[in-house]
């Protein structure tokens, strides 16, 4: 069998070390490099001192190192054709072209899509001008409380790290936000369009999906945890907390959700261009009914911390299968178990943030096995393993903060409530100078069963 060398393009945090440390039990499975990495990825393989967004030198890598397979698994490249460039170099590789991801870099693409296609998502006008954008806000009729259907939500319509959505319950609120985001630029050049639709009530759920462009295998439905602080307070950040599967969720829901949302989307997408790789919408389950909030081209981080966890398919297989449109060919199993992925993040984010903090209670190259930086030192528990995000190792041959999402601490159990269990007892093991977290992961999902 001949071991494949591998390289995965991301944004170096606890996705990319996830999808790498499942990569890593494949029997098919060679050298792994990554572009970005962090420490952990570092004990996986090779991290290289290459960024995602820089293609030819990427593409020069891949020719050059012989690389069999490359999983372009972040927003950033996608949105830049990484996959287009790397095709046109007959390289082969995973991940939807520059076109079909575009379902996830421009919000005013995806909601013109989903109403196209009579797919359920919220009211929205969408505007490339400020000035029509504010007189907009200021006809509506006053807006309410937060729980108001008068209340409502603006969007950049580019890629913004996923923070680019703000609530608003004033007029006052609405027009500093279009200011901020059309004029001051705070998200760059993803707001030189917004979205502005009404704002949704009910729970949050993510839905993942693989796709070959032809077919497609659903994942169970999970739960991010967006916001910074507890009961969903504070700022919005890149995700802090993951459950799955979603003890609340029925086979009746599912199928809803498949056949109003999923079937017709990944139809209408393949019929424009086959969408290859991961399909990501996340949902509002509505007294309406499952409502569409935006589509994503790849793995949620945290997301796929979970998803890691519970696949039981070699995940080698279904990247190869999904590339040669054989989807259907393959098996996708997931384990009889729930996970959950809490995460340890730096002091002031999603704000600023001091850098170089020493990590401890978890393993610092204490030996050559693939998995040592995944253990915590105080625990043998095969249930537990810890993703890397925001880490290096610096001169001093230390583990230290390098981001704002540091750590994922993973945990699988029999009940979602023994896997948020042990996470959190593995959590009080370890410790970094301003390290914050929710301790409430998990805790609206199990409200919900009660």
Same mark, same amino acid.
């Given at each position: 069998?001949?071991?494949?060398?591998?390289?995965?393009?991301?944004?170096?945090?606890?996705?990319?070390?996830?999808?790498?440390?499942?990569?890593?039990?494949?029997?098919?499975?060679?050298?792994?490099?990554?572009?970005?990495?962090?420490?952990?990825?570092?004990?996986?393989?090779?991290?290289?001192?290459?960024?995602?967004?820089?293609?030819?030198?990427?593409?020069?890598?891949?020719?050059?190192?012989?690389?069999?397979?490359?999983?372009?698994?972040?927003?950033?490249?996608?949105?830049?054709?990484?996959?287009?460039?790397?095709?046109?170099?007959?390289?082969?590789?995973?991940?939807?072209?520059?076109?079909?991801?575009?379902?996830?870099?421009?919000?005013?693409?995806?909601?013109?899509?989903?109403?196209?296609?009579?797919?359920?998502?919220?009211?929205?006008?969408?505007?490339? $001008?400020?000035?029509?954008?504010?007189?907009?806000?200021?006809?509506?009729? *006053?807006?309410?409380?937060?729980?108001?259907? %008068?209340?409502?939500?603006?969007?950049?319509?580019?890629?913004?790290?996923?923070?680019?959505?703000?609530? +608003?319950?004033?007029?006052?609120?609405?027009?500093?936000?279009?200011?901020?985001?059309?004029?001051?630029?705070?998200?760059?050049?993803?707001?030189?369009?917004?979205?502005?639709?009404?704002?949704?009530?009910?729970?949050?759920? %993510?839905?993942?999906?693989?796709?070959?462009?032809?077919?497609?295998?659903?994942?169970?439905?999970?739960?991010?945890?967006?916001?910074?602080?507890?009961?969903?307070?504070?700022?919005?950040? !890149?995700?802090?907390?993951?459950?799955?599967?979603?003890?609340?969720?029925?086979?009746?829901?599912?199928?809803?959700?498949?056949?109003?949302?999923?079937?017709?989307?990944?139809?209408?997408? $393949?019929?424009?261009?086959?969408?290859?790789?991961?399909?990501?919408?996340?949902?509002?389950?509505? *007294?309406?009914?499952?409502?569409?909030?935006?589509?994503?081209?790849?793995?949620?981080?945290?997301?796929?911390?979970?998803?890691?966890?519970?696949?039981?398919?070699?995940?080698?297989?279904?990247?190869?299968?999904?590339?040669?449109?054989?989807?259907?060919?393959?098996?996708?199993?997931?384990? $009889?178990?729930?996970?959950?992925?809490?995460?340890?993040?730096?002091?002031?984010?999603?704000?600023?943030?001091?850098?170089?903090?020493?990590?401890?209670? +978890?393993?610092?190259?204490?030996?050559?096995?693939?998995?040592?930086?995944?253990?915590?030192?105080?625990?043998?528990?095969?249930?537990?393993?810890?993703?890397?995000?925001?880490?290096?190792? $610096?001169?001093?041959?230390?583990?230290?903060?390098? !981001? !704002?999402?540091?750590?994922?601490?993973?945990?699988?159990?029999?009940?979602?409530?023994?896997?948020?269990?042990?996470?959190?007892?593995?959590?009080?093991?370890?410790?970094?100078?301003?390290?914050?977290?929710?301790?409430?992961?998990?805790?609206?999902?199990?409200?919900?069963?009660?």
């Amino acid at each position: 069998m001949k071991k494949q060398k591998i390289l995965i393009i991301g944004a170096g945090g606890g996705r990319e070390h996830a999808i790498g440390w499942k990569i890593a039990q494949s029997p098919r499975a060679g050298k792994l490099f990554f572009a970005r990495g962090n420490a952990g990825t570092a004990e996986l393989g090779t991290n290289l001192e290459i960024k995602e967004r820089e293609i030819s030198k990427l593409i020069d890598f891949a020719k050059n190192e012989k690389i069999d397979l490359t999983l372009v698994v972040a927003d950033e490249p996608l949105a830049l054709g990484v996959v287009d460039e790397f095709k046109k170099n007959n390289l082969r590789v995973w991940g939807p072209t520059k076109v079909a991801a575009q379902i996830e870099w421009s919000k005013a693409y995806s909601k013109n899509f989903m109403r196209k296609h009579n797919l359920p998502t919220a009211r929205f006008e969408i505007f490339s $001008n400020f000035e029509k954008a504010k007189a907009y806000l200021e006809a509506r009729p *006053p807006l309410g409380g937060l729980a108001s259907k %008068s209340s409502l939500v603006i969007k950049a319509s580019g890629l913004a790290l996923g923070k680019g959505v703000v609530i +608003v319950k004033t007029l006052s609120e609405s027009l500093q936000t279009l200011e901020e985001m059309m004029i001051k630029k705070v998200f760059g050049g993803a707001g030189n369009e917004v979205v502005i639709e009404e704002f949704l009530t009910g729970p949050e759920i %993510s839905i993942h999906v693989f796709s070959d462009g032809k077919t497609y295998k659903i994942f169970p439905a999970s739960q991010d945890h967006k916001k910074i602080g507890e009961r969903d307070t504070g700022l919005n950040t !890149g995700g802090v907390g993951v459950v799955a599967p979603l003890p609340f969720m029925n086979k009746e829901m599912m199928q809803r959700i498949e056949k109003e949302i999923i079937a017709p989307t990944i139809k209408n997408l $393949n019929a424009e261009e086959p969408f290859v790789g991961i399909l990501y919408p996340g949902l509002m389950l509505t *007294p309406d009914g499952p409502k569409i909030l935006e589509f994503n081209a790849r793995f949620g981080d945290p997301e796929a911390e979970a998803y890691m966890r519970l696949l039981d398919t070699d995940l080698l297989d279904i990247v190869d299968a999904s590339i040669d449109g054989k989807l259907e060919e393959v098996e996708v199993r997931w384990k $009889n178990k729930f996970a959950c992925n809490v995460v340890l993040c730096s002091g002031g984010y999603p704000g600023s943030y001091e850098k170089e903090k020493i990590i401890s209670g +978890v393993c610092q190259r204490v030996s050559l096995t693939k998995d040592s930086m995944s253990k915590s030192l105080f625990d043998n528990d095969d249930d537990i393993v810890i993703f890397h995000a925001g880490t290096k190792i $610096n001169e001093r041959e230390q583990l230290v903060t390098n !981001g !704002g999402r540091v750590l994922g601490v993973s945990a699988l159990g029999n009940s979602l409530e023994e896997a948020l269990e042990k996470a959190y007892k593995t959590i009080e093991k370890i410790s970094f100078e301003g390290m914050q977290y929710r301790r409430d992961i998990g805790k609206k999902a199990l409200e919900m069963i009660k």
